[in-house]
């Protein structure tokens, strides 16, 4: 079937054109004729932008609060591990060894950004006996099997964060005498039945006592420390010699934050300048990689459920312009009779559709902000807020309503006026 060919315009008839003050009265007056309808088809847009900005805000606040948390922990230790093989004056297939010299906690701290660090390593291979009582009864005790014996520098406990639950930490005075005395865990404490350090009790390992000096509640590092018993470092080698190589000493430096990569690249050479190649240092991870690995599926997935909530609102808003260009076709006729181009009509609606998604898109982006703050508040974290993740927020709406609004305006566009009219 051919197309009827265009009626050419009257020579005397004036060119019709709709200035943008009349298009924008138009439209809105077509948005309020029917103001539930219209609060509904927002509702879409809305929830659709909002769901999008708010899951960009929560994430990036969670990733600020875990990148808190990891650099007050994490971030601020440095591990250096005794790796080195015997030094040529030992004899050859030695069964100990320790890299370690015996000032390490003053090398290690006087290095820049340092705090604390101390050496630690296990005493025994098999867990010893340890008791409040000597000899074999006291051996053979309820609850005194199991535990763990760790040789520790005073830098050490100071390293770990340590929180007393009675007495005091013993010191390089203690240390530098080889003088038998223990911290312990406060579960520790609790097995061996010490409540009070008034009588200053004894622990017993192997049978050879050592006074309790303090008892430990928590710790911000070295958990494990919490269930065993901690003998000064020299003592422990005066009565056991240098840890094997398969429970090598191991030290912790606790830094200020920014400073680990640094002291992990300086600390072999300041600790043994001699063969820094026998001491390996561990800086701590990049807070991103535990970011990116905690909310990377988390964004994806909240990212398309966002995404499936604004393809709904915009199959509403597309829904909604249809429905109402085929409500009036009478005044789409009127007004193409009247003169009113084509263009002119599709103007129209595309400015309702797109004025529809702009308004759910500047209010999906204020209920997002809100719902972020609240988020926020009620945990007591920082909240982040990207401003170009926030700021063009509303154009999302706009391009919505505008791609909702394509086909039911060219639809209007193409009504003729005779047959609307006869409708």
Known sequence: MRRPARRPRHPGSPRTRMVFRDLAAESVAGILQRPARTALTVLGTLLGVGAFVAILGLTATARGQISSDFTVLA?????????????????????????????????AGRLNGAVHAGTYWQVFKTPPAVSTRSGPAGAAAAGAEGLTVYAASPGLLQAVGPTLAGGTLYNTFHDSRRMHVAVIGSAVARRLGISSLAAQPAVFVNGTPYTVVGILRNVERLPNLLLSVMIPDRTARADYGDPAPDYAATMLIQTRVGAARLIAKQAPLALRPDRPDHLQAVPPPAPHTLQDSVTGSLDSLFLLLAGITLVIGTVGIANTTLVSVLERTGEIGLRRSLGARPRHIAAQFLTESAALGTLGGLLGTAVSIVVTLSVALAHHWTAILDPWTTLPAPLIGTLTGLLAGAYPALRAARIEPAEALRR
């Open 75 to 107: 971030a601020t230790q440095v591990t250096v591990k005794d790796v080195g093989a015997p030094d040529p004056g030992q004899q050859t297939g030695a069964a100990t060894r320790y890299d370690f010299p015996d000032d390490a906690d003053q090398r």
